[in-house]
């Protein structure tokens, strides 16, 4: 019996189904990933209240059998979206604040025009619906308490500059979230005019710089 011949045969074959399960696993996330971004562009289109599990199966361009064996049902896909929609917001965090001199005015205007793009008017669509349905406020609520949590770990480790001054800090944090996410959903609803925007936002980056401790 040649059993050198054998461990090459049985590694041979080993080897063939990792790179079949690898390959399965790379392409059932890319299947997830596009099932999640066809949500998101149903939120955007059609508003949570219309965005069914047939119509982002078809979105996709995959039968709905086909997404319900990467996604049991309409929930189990809502909170793989809303987990994809808060990853988007990390990573976007991430680049704005990557530069070793963080500039407030180029911190500000990345921010802005992170929140022209569909991932955050799906957000808020599914946080607007969140406020009557029970079933999403379950579904939401306990992510958002961990997205509060992964960005405060995040902001603190990316701004070391501001641990002198943390109530300065979370108030800086809070007023940019606050004031450009109500102009992004103004600017969308028509309550405020494009034109406008440049000079609140001029304003909001000369706040931050107030509350900024002095350095060196």
Known sequence: MNTSRTRTKASSTSATRSNGGTMQAAKAAQTRKRLIDATVRCL?????????????????????????????????????????????????????????????????????????????????????????????AAIMMPLQEEFRD???????ALFPEWRIAPEQFELAMRLSQTILEGMAISVQTGAMSPEQVPAMLTHLENQIRALMPPMG
């Open 150 to 156: 992964r960005f405060n770990t995040q902001a603190d």
């Open 44 to 136: 955007v289109k059609y508003g949570y209240a219309r965005t069914t599990t047939p119509r982002v199966a078809e979105e996709a361009g995959l039968s709905r059998g086909a997404m319900m064996h990467h996604f049991e049902n309409g929930a189990a896909l809502i909170k793989a979206t809303i987990r994809e929609l808060h990853e988007k917001r990390l990573r976007a965090f991430r680049r704005a604040a990557g530069e070793t001199e963080h500039d407030v005015d180029t911190l500000v205007e990345t921010y802005w025009q992170q929140l022209q793009k569909p991932a955050f008017i799906a957000f808020h669509e599914l946080a607007v619906a969140a406020r009557t349905d029970k079933d999403l």
